[in-house]
């Protein structure tokens, strides 16, 4: 197979980079070496739509945060993604605090960022009434917002898909080699691709693909962060983003709602050996929990569903690899995408798109390109003459699967039909949210797994909750 773009990793970076490039006459590949798209930190972080005023001013962070905002929420809303501008919070428990949010702010003001605010602790307080009344000063961001990303990733690559782009996945990069001004990609399988220009979009493993291609001169340092999800009875606790002042301690954790009404909490930030590390630990949750606690002390922490650990990718400096390779012609870099990534993952695919056209891509827009990607229908929100026009049309959706989240069978179906479409237990869950409830799956797993099994034309044995290495059963019982 031959292409004019081929891209390595389909998280929320290189997905919108397919949907960028998806506008043009291109033939462009997406490779992925899991069993579905947003598998590494586009499936585990906070969801957080940066205002802008954290970055270092001059930065490509600060660049691409300041216009990534709007573009991103423009994107959400043409992508059906949920999202929220629900704004944020930084918090200051000290007069030293209190001195860093004005520096915040005056760095804020020089990144562009709009919409900020300095607020007293009584003047934040009527905004958030469950707020810590240590809490004597905050640095108030309208502009920022909240996101579901692995949702944003899925609805990304399937408009890129239904706009032509190919998405293989189960591809494990083994091997990258050059000849005729086009890159042979080769997978552990032996599978092999061939393309014009290469763009590293793998997130953790980005060095290890530049080292592969023959250009790594920089290091992923992996950190993970460890949150907690608690139900949506302590959704309200907080409605804004809350950030904690930066501090040694401090830095990074956050009491945030979700796009879906729940509330979460952390991340710590400690570096571990892979971006593959993505246990919990005990010490890293009651370090959460103590933190969180002092933003907002109210929360009931027995209110807890699950836990997770995203790994985000990190460079020594700090800020975002976004370069053509001086060494390897045609070769593109997109690397160290940590925070603020997601925000700007759409200003990134813009970028990226610049960059490959000043190496020679020629960009010739499509006659005919949609950027809108159909609703799959979140039912459990919809009115009564709504559902009923469904059921009506297709009776899958009178069938409550999970009855946490409210999924209907007509939405798992749709989820496993729809490009790019979910393969294992996972994939259903985090396209429809069937599972992400109090019981986790308990009731609506089997059932998941029928389905899959029957739409894929698999047997159930041959059902995974994330790919190789995952299996849900392990036999039958005669």
Not at 334 to 352: E, F, M, N, Q, R
Not at 442 to 464: A, D, K
């Amino acid at each position: 197979m031959e292409f004019d773009v081929i891209i390595i990793g389909a998280g929320v970076t290189g997905g919108m980079l397919a949907r960028e490039l998806s506008r043009y006459q291109l033939s462009v590949c997406l490779l992925e070496k899991e069993n579905d798209i947003a598998m590494g930190a586009s499936r585990a972080n906070s969801g957080i739509i940066h205002g802008g005023y954290d970055p270092i001013p001059g930065t490509m962070k600060a660049k691409m945060n300041s216009r990534g905002v709007e573009l991103l929420f423009e994107a959400a809303a043409q992508l059906h993604v949920p999202h929220e501008r629900n704004g944020s919070m930084v918090c200051a428990f000290s007069a030293e605090e209190e001195s860093t949010l004005e520096e915040l702010y005056e760095q804020g003001l020089e990144n562009g960022t709009p919409g900020m605010q300095l607020l007293s602790g009584d003047e934040a307080r009527v905004l958030e009434p469950y707020l810590s009344e240590k809490v004597t000063k905050v640095l108030r961001i309208t502009n920022a917002g909240i996101i579901s990303p692995y949702e944003l990733t899925v609805a990304a690559v399937g408009n890129a898909m239904d706009n032509g782009v190919q998405l293989l996945c189960n591809f494990e990069v083994k091997g990258i080699s050059k000849k005729d001004n086009h890159f042979t990609v080769t997978a552990k399988t032996g599978e092999r691709v061939r393309g014009r220009f290469l763009v590293n979009c793998a997130g953790g493993y980005s060095d290890k693909i530049a080292a592969l291609a023959g250009d790594c001169d920089f290091e992923i340092i992996p950190r993970a962060g460890e949150y907690m999800l608690l139900d949506k009875s302590e959704g309200l606790r907080a409605r804004h983003t809350l950030f904690q002042c930066p501090g040694i301690e401090g830095k990074g954790i956050l009491v945030a709602p979700t796009v879906h009404g729940n509330l979460l909490v952390g991340p710590n930030a400690v570096r571990v050996e892979t971006p593959a590390s993505t246990e919990t630990t005990s010490e890293g949750l009651s370090l959460v929990k103590r933190l969180s606690a002092k933003t907002v002390p109210s929360v009931d922490y027995r209110q807890v569903i699950t836990s997770f650990t995203g790994v985000r990718a990190s460079v020594k400096g700090g800020d975002f690899i976004l370069r053509l390779s001086e060494k390897v012609p045609g070769l593109l870099h997109a690397a160290a995408i940590d925070s603020p990534g997601l925000t700007c993952c759409v200003a990134i695919a813009k970028h990226l798109t610049v960059l490959l056209e000043q190496a020679g891509l020629a960009l010739a827009e499509k006659e005919k390109w949609n950027g809108i990607r159909e609703d799959p229908c979140t039912f459990r929100t919809l009115s009564d003459d709504e559902k009923d026009a469904y059921i009506k049309a297709d009776p899958a959706y009178g069938r409550i699967v999970c009855r946490c989240e409210g999924v209907s069978e007509g939405e798992i179906l749709n989820a496993i039909r729809m490009n790019p479409g979910a393969r294992d237990v996972d994939g259903v869950k985090r396209r429809t949210r069937s599972g992400m409830g109090r019981c986790q799956g308990g009731f609506c797993g089997p059932y998941i797994m029928q389905l899959l099994s029957r739409e894929l034309g698999i047997p159930m044995e041959q059902i995974t909750k994330s790919g190789e290495g995952s299996p849900m059963l392990t036999g039958r019982m005669e």
